[in-house]
């Protein structure tokens, strides 16, 4: 055999079995394949950051909420510890008053009760208003 024949041989066996056009085609298919696999990660990475937006965008929301409701039970708080401070001084008073009482005095007890517990919410209501306790309008004087 010359070099001629086996040269025929080697091309009807590469054209006439395909081997080149599945060779291209292999080679077509797999650049197709790595450019969807590459597509495929940074849509997978897009949709994540999506995601990780999304959450931070829900929990920024949740915590801007709830700071504004921690601010108002911080302020209610404060009123209730002070009207709690005030009810204890009215308390303490009146305990005190009490054990002053006899059959003789117990209507001057009853009425310097009275009187404590008026004072007290005059004060009270002045110390809200931020004006002196004094500046309020006694309702016995007019």
Request: proline content about 1%; glycine content about 4%; aromatic content about 2%.
């Amino acid at each position: 055999m010359n070099w001629f024949e086996i040269l025929s041989i080697v091309l009807n066996i590469g054209l006439g079995g395909s081997l080149i056009v599945t060779v291209v085609t292999l080679r077509a298919t797999k650049t197709k394949a790595e450019a969807d696999a590459q597509k495929a990660r940074a849509e997978a990475k897009t949709t994540e950051i999506d995601n990780v937006d999304s959450a931070i965008k829900i929990w920024r929301d949740l915590a801007t909420d709830m700071s504004v409701k921690y601010d108002l039970v911080l302020v209610e708080l404060e009123k209730l510890r002070k009207e709690v401070n005030r009810l204890n001084r009215i308390n303490t008073k009146i305990m005190k008053l009490l054990d002053k009482i006899t059959p003789e005095n117990m209507e001057a007890i009853v009425e310097q009760i009275k009187t404590e517990i008026q004072h007290e919410a005059k004060e009270d209501t002045a110390t809200r208003l931020g004006v002196p306790a004094d500046s309020l309008r006694n309702d016995k004087n007019g």
